[in-house]
């Protein structure tokens, strides 16, 4: 049973912005948010995922150092939706990217992959 599913990643060119889609069922959204929230992630070949950045259900979003300024998350919870809004993006944001559960993950799911490249 997919739980959570991302969507919204494609080709773009150095400079360009994509909006990421973290797309889960109500309890599922509302059991992330009793907890520690989601984050999402990135991961590029060989490497382990690693956090872009996180929100809990009506806080800020918390954003890694070299994501502030061009990334923002938030969420849609008529749509169940969590977004990641990117901008401005270089061939370093180049990556599968990710939503989850922080703490205790869910399954994983396929993941969007995000190509930054000219």
């Known amino acids: 049973q997919v739980q959570l599913a991302e969507s919204g990643g494609g080709l773009v060119q150095p400079g360009g912005s994509l909006r990421l889609s973290c797309a889960a069922s109500?309890?599922?959204?509302?059991?992330?948010?009793?907890?520690?929230?989601l984050g999402w992630y990135r991961q590029t070949p060989g490497k382990q995922r690693e956090l872009v950045g996180s929100?809990?259900?009506?806080?800020?979003?918390n954003l890694v150092d070299s994501a502030k300024g061009r990334i923002n998350i938030s969420i849609d919870k008529a749509k169940s939706t969590v977004y990641l809004q990117m901008d401005d993006l270089k061939p370093g944001n180049t990556a599968v990217y990710y939503c989850?559960?922080?703490?205790?993950?869910?399954?994983w799911g396929q993941g969007t992959r995000v190509t930054v490249s000219s």
């Open positions: 109500v309890s599922t959204l509302r059991s992330i948010f009793m907890t520690y929230g």
């Open positions: 929100i809990q259900s009506g806080g800020s979003p």
């Open positions: 989850n559960r922080l703490g205790r993950h869910l399954p």
